[in-house]
């Protein structure tokens, strides 16, 4: 079998994306051949059921689910995959992406891919398979055959919440080694020196955390610990997180946490220990979710404007999926620091 895949064959929407026809050609058989290894494999030989099989995986190909669907013709569907439908940090953005895309007379349809253990792939192969105008992914983490399969598609993708010079298609989002490094600079000028960060586990809080330890280590500070706990956070992992820091590491004077429902949970739990916020410990939060302002102390936190993110990323599809141009498909919404009473 020939390795090396010819151009792919163009279609009407000049998308690029793989065709069975690619396939075919790569495994040195007729369209009709590989369609019936593919979806009645008892009707050919083992050998070119093996041949077609091999070329699906080289190419990425994902078959297409919508009988009959024309290659110009629009489903005018168009998918996100969120971490968790749970987590109010991402509320905002598809909030936004929904609004945008029915105003275009787009339906979003909604999938949790998860934290640990994702489930991208499974759920990339759905979607792919039923050819939606545009999928919506949040952060650019992705396997390298969900990768694949997203270029060999030909379908506009946008990926949000992160920022990468190589993402797949387009991207709105902002850096969070720059919000680690930003944090560092911002309690450093509060006069905080013993500094602690309490971060999920998922890919883009770890980031933050890494560059956090990076600048902190180079503003001369001591090193940072860290507790790290299960994504999704919440309040009460917040509480058991400051609780095991205070065990191991007394003397800290500020805290960066990964989440505004990790930060709630430390002042908490800081006000059941007769812990005063700010006056012996600092908090600082990421989201600026709704209760973030009404708490108190009020919280100091990370500003992200979920709201742009969503907007943006139903503009990047609805142009694409209409045959305009994007000239610019990288948008870096940024983010900025709160500053009230917790710091």
């Given amino acids: 079998m020939n390795s090396d895949l010819p151009p792919p064959r163009r279609t009407r929407r000049g998308s690029g994306a793989v065709t069975l026809h690619d396939v075919a050609r790569l495994a040195g058989v007729a369209p009709i051949t590989a369609s019936r290894a593919l979806n009645t494999p008892g009707q050919v030989s083992a050998e070119l059921v093996r041949r077609v099989t091999e070329a699906v995986a080289s190419t990425g190909y994902v078959p297409n689910r919508v009988a009959g669907g024309l290659a110009s013709a629009r489903s005018r569907l168009v998918a996100a995959l969120v971490p968790t439908i749970s987590g109010p940090v991402f509320l905002g953005t598809v909030r936004a992406l929904n609004e945008a895309l029915v105003a275009q007379g787009y339906q979003l349809m909604l999938g949790q891919s998860g934290y640990v253990d994702s489930r991208e792939d499974a759920l990339l192969d759905a979607l792919i398979s039923r050819r939606p105008d545009g999928i919506v992914l949040t952060g650019i983490m992705h396997s390298p055959l969900g990768r694949q399969r997203l270029l060999a598609s030909g379908i506009p993708v946008v990926e949000t919440w992160d920022l990468t010079p190589t993402p797949i298609d387009m991207l709105v989002g902002f850096s969070h080694v720059d919000v680690g490094r930003a ?128 907007r943006q990323a139903a503009q990047f599809i609805v142009d694409r999926a209409e045959g305009r141009e994007v000239t610019t498909r990288v948008v870096d919404v940024g983010f900025s620091i709160v500053d009230r009473d917790s710091a």
């Fill in 183 to 310: 944090v560092v600079d911002f309690l450093y000028a509060k006069r905080r020196r013993r500094l602690a960060m309490i971060a999920g586990d998922d890919e883009r809080s770890k980031r933050r955390q890494q560059a956090f330890h990076a600048a902190a280590q180079a503003a001369g500070l001591p090193p940072v610990p860290v507790i790290t706990v299960p994504a999704p956070t919440t309040l009460k992992s917040g509480r058991a997180a400051l609780a095991e820091l205070l065990q191991t590491s007394p003397d800290i004077d500020a805290v960066f946490c990964s989440s505004d429902l990790l930060a709630l949970g430390v002042m908490t739990e800081a006000q059941v220990r007769g812990v005063s916020v700010p006056g012996q410990l600092a908090v600082v939060g990421f989201g600026d979710l709704e209760f973030a302002a009404d708490i108190h102390p009020a919280l100091t936190t990370v500003r992200i404007d979920g709201m742009a993110i969503g």
